[in-house]
């Protein structure tokens, strides 16, 4: 079955600096790509995605990439502030016969002040 | 637009009792899924409703899992008799057409 991997677990930035985070996935069949954002107490929320048919999708200070011969995908925020102080989950999912996702195992990012 | 809802929020049971956890998806919306993560690893898929029909259950550890949507409203996951290995944080997410997932706020669930 599918298998996502995240690095790193765990990041910290000074304000203003930018915060990538990498993740890799193992089946080929996977075509839907969602990050999350957790923040403490709540649920995770889905910040930015990215369909197998793009290859890089920004949405203001948030970026995605996309190398699907190589199955690894990464996150790019831009100009953190204190308030990108979250978990972020990666995953990986298909979109035939269902949507179950695959997550990665987190990364908590603390932007520092 | 209502979100989706988890009830209750926290629940502290001992080994060998009965708990069930309830999920109400955003209206119109006929996928729910349910996920658990556990010790702070990976969020984990549990199994996919579409309205009232079990699409994949292939994340259900084992049968002391039961999932039910009745009517493709809301579901309730029981889990019965609970051991420790249960506890951790149970999410509920729906979705209408299937890619963009709305999560709960979870359920943090405590076996001791």
């Known amino acids: 079955g599918e298998n996502v991997e995240q690095h790193p677990s765990t990041l910290s930035v000074q304000e203003g600096d930018s915060a990538v985070i990498k993740c890799t996935y193992s089946d080929s069949a996977s075509n839907y790509f969602p990050w999350y954002k957790q923040e403490l107490g709540k649920g995770p929320q889905l910040i930015i995605d990215i369909r197998s048919n793009v290859g890089e999708k920004k949405d203001q200070r948030i970026a995605v990439t996309l190398n699907k011969t190589a199955k690894h995908f990464s996150l790019h925020i831009t100009e953190t502030q204190p308030e990108d102080s979250a978990v972020y989950f990666c995953a990986a999912a298909q979109g035939t016969g269902g949507f179950k996702t695959i997550f990665g195992a987190g990364t908590r990012l603390f932007v520092k002040a | 637009e209502a979100g989706v809802t988890q009830f209750p929020s926290h629940s502290v049971i001992e080994k060998g009792q009965t708990v069930t956890l309830r999920c109400d998806p955003i209206?119109?919306?006929?996928?729910l899924y349910w996920y658990r993560r556990v010790m702070g690893k990976e969020i984990k898929f549990l199994l996919h409703?579409?309205?009232?029909?079990?699409?994949?259950e292939s994340g259900m550890p084992n049968n002391r899992f039961l999932a039910e949507r009745t009517g493709g409203t809301y579901s309730t996951l029981k889990v019965q008799p609970a051991e420790l290995e249960d506890s951790g944080v149970y999410f509920c997410?729906?979705?209408?057409?299937?890619?963009?997932?709305?999560f709960g706020p979870g359920t943090r669930l405590t076996v001791t």
């Open positions: 997410a729906s979705s209408k057409q299937g890619y963009e997932q709305y």
């Open positions: 209206s119109g919306h006929d996928n």
């Open positions: 409703f579409v309205k009232e029909s079990k699409q994949d």
